[in-house]
Nanobody, 114 residues
Framework: QVQLVESGGGSVQPGGSLRLSCAAS????????VGWYRQAPGKQRELVAA??????KYHDSVNGRFTISEDNAKNTLDLQMNNLGPEDTAVYYC?????????WGQGTQVTVSS
């Protein structure tokens, strides 16, 4: 059973930064694609950033502001978020694909407001 635990969410003013971290119970190095999704109120869950196919991929709306990275020694997946705006307000979820199964963390709230 894979467990993913997110941390690092919170409230920040527009233009601020947050760093999310996801601790995995298994080796990220041996997993399939890993990434971060978000879901805003009344909207569908969307992929924000992921690592697969040899490199990071980003949603157009966060490209240049967010950076996804993995620490294989610690089995963590981080998301550095800079220049945050109100449109980034959402619950952020860590996700992993392993042997064809999708695993999700419990989510962490990010709120951007003045």
């Amino acid at each position: 059973q894979v467990q993913l635990v997110e941390s690092g969410g919170g409230s920040v003013q527009p233009g601020g930064s947050l760093r999310l971290s996801c601790a995995a119970s298994i080796s990220i190095l041996n997993s399939g694609p890993v990434g971060w999704y978000r879901q805003a109120p009344g909207k569908q869950r969307e992929l924000v950033a992921a690592i697969f196919g040899g490199g990071p991929k980003y949603h157009d709306s966060v490209n240049g502001r967010f950076t996804i990275s993995e620490d294989n020694a610690k089995n963590t997946l981080d998301l550095q978020m800079n220049n945050l705006g109100p449109e980034d307000t959402a619950v952020y979820y860590c996700a992993m694909v392993l042997n064809g199964e999708h695993y999700w963390g419990q989510g962490t709230q990010v709120t951007v407001s003045s």
